[in-house]
């Protein structure tokens, strides 16, 4: 088959990134289309709530900064990893009976989880569709999923084990976030057909930044308020799945039970302790990710690619 690879000349264009990601969010607007309505329901309620799209955001500024301008050509690309995001999304919130997600109820809440089991099924396989024109790119795109796949696993395993230490939960976070987040920068410097070693270092850059995003994403988990962070607050510290939860902090060997509000905030208050070190690591991490950056020339893309990494450990939500 045929690559669709495309390194035209540079645009400059100020809006260029936002002008892609609106194409992407069109994208997967589209995509989503079924005679079956439950199917197109439930998928445009979650992706019309919005969310970060960090993933596209940083797909298209890679793009950009090495060189590549066909961001129409990458836009399906970009709306692949975002839909197998979601999808898994969705698929968490009936593992973890999420009923609130990107400020609004979740597909589980409203749907039940039969339909929401079948929403993110329907979301992992419009990527199939997405992605078919691209070759060699699906390689790379496999990689991710399964990773993000076995890091859902092994955290499920490590919860019901109760094996869930530092070195484990670096594992799953390594596999179930920063993967997409390695994978997406790998895609964008493969199709603007970067060198091996552009290619291996936005795959670094991207793969920190992954790990800062979901230590970052833990730690608000704990502390953040769930008007504000738009989803529910305190599952993954309930199940014992969180960065600090990784330190040995445990209630009679088991994660906080989310039927004892008391010992909720028992395991909470032991954890705060915590949360000072997980923030220095998470921006050990993004200092790191912004090290590998040095392989680009300069341009205002590199320069919101470093912007990205650093809003990873400053967001609030």
Known sequence: MEKILFKPAKIEDPDVIEKALNRVEAVMLNVVNSDVDPLTDASKHILLAGGKRVRPRLIMLAYAALGGANFKGLAPVAAALELVHTASVVHDDINDHGVMRRGRPSVNKLWGR????????????????????????????????????????????????????????????????????????????????????????????????????????????????????????????????GFVSANGQKENGHGASSENGDMMENIKAKLLDNIDEARMQAQSLVMMAIEELNILPESSEKEQLIELAHSVVDRTV
Do not use: H, W
Not at 144 to 157: D, F, I
Not at 158 to 174: C, L, P, Q, W
Not at 184 to 197: H, K, V
């Open 114 to 241: 039969t339909f929401a089991l079948l929403t993110g099924d329907f979301l992992f396989t419009k990527v199939y569709e997405l992605m078919a024109p691209y070759g060699d790119l699906n390689i790379i795109f496999a990689e991710a999923t399964v990773a993000l796949v076995e890091g859902e696993t092994l955290q499920a395993s490590a919860v019901k084990e109760s094996n869930f230490t530092r070195e484990v939960y670096m594992d799953i976070i390594a596999r179930k976030t920063a993967s997409l987040f390695k994978g997406g920068a790998e895609l964008a410097a493969t199709y603007a057909q970067a060198s091996t070693e552009e290619v291996e270092a936005m795959g670094r850059y991207g793969y920190n930044v992954g790990l800062a995003f979901q230590i970052i994403d833990d730690i608000l988990d704990i502390v953040g308020d769930e008007k504000q962070l738009g989803k529910t607050a305190g599952i993954d510290l309930e199940q014992g799945k």
